[in-house]
């Protein structure tokens, strides 16, 4: 079972919809969280980090659920450019360092 | 301030070849990493660094292996290339001068190399 696990989606849906995505992860001592997007062909940027407590910036919603080990996602009011992939990144502590893994990522699709 | 760069952005090479590909980050970051990218794969970590003269292993390190001789630079090298290493490879780095698991990475735009 990979560490970090992502439906890989697509999901498609309309411009002005609200759309939510889950990401699950087995280390139970992972120490931060993030989400990332990436477009076609381009580099991952950040998104934005998870925290406890949850956090909103904008449009974007992230939540975080330790004791059931997921992070959500969710976009409120699609617009096109928000079509991308998102990946879900989880920091875990190895010999004093933090070491990231990535999920899959989920592809998100918004049309007209 | 170029942020995350990377050298060369395509590269084809034969089986057998080497070839080193560079990072160069200018935000004095301790964290570097190398990360490969292939379809349906997500990225997975190659090896990384958490200082200048320190290398460790990833995920996935079997057929590379890396250099940080300066804080800058962080180099990865392909000793005999395969055709399993065909990929598309991000540089990343994070992290001042304490080590916090709240850092985020900042990503190179990404080498595309095929292996015939």
């Known amino acids: 079972r990979k560490e970090v696990e992502q439906d890989p989606g697509p999901f498609n849906v309309p411009e002005g919809a609200t759309v939510a995505f889950n990401c699950t992860y087995s280390?139970?001592?992972?120490?931060?969280f993030f989400w990332y997007r990436q477009d076609c062909r381009k580099e991952p940027k950040l998104l934005m980090s998870v925290y406890s407590s949850g956090n909103e910036d904008g449009r974007f919603t992230a939540q975080l659920n330790r004791a059931s080990q997921y992070i959500s996602l969710l976009i409120r009011d699609s617009k096109l450019s928000d079509s991308a992939t998102y990946l879900c990144v989880v920091n875990g502590a190895s010999g004093g360092s933090y070491i990231p893994t990535f999920g899959r990522g989920t592809s998100l699709i918004v049309h007209p | 301030n170029a942020g995350v760069t990377q050298t060369p952005k395509f590269r084809v090479l034969k089986t057998g070849q080497s070839m080193t590909l560079l990072c160069a980050q200018d935000?004095?970051?301790?964290?570097m990493y190398w990360y490969r990218q292939d379809p349906g794969m997500g990225l997975r970590l190659i090896h990384y660094?958490?200082?200048?003269?320190?290398?460790a292993k990833g995920e996935v390190p079997d057929g590379y292996n890396v250099s940080r001789l300066k804080k800058q630079n962080f180099l990865l090298g392909l000793e005999s290339a395969a055709p399993s290493q065909t990929s598309v490879y991000f540089c990343a780095s994070s992290g001042g001068s304490s080590f916090r698991s709240t850092d985020t990475q900042y990503f190179g735009p990404g080498t595309r190399l095929t292996v015939l």
């Open positions: 280390n139970s001592a992972s120490q931060s």
């Open positions: 935000m004095n970051h301790e964290y």
């Open positions: 660094s958490v200082g200048e003269g320190t290398t």
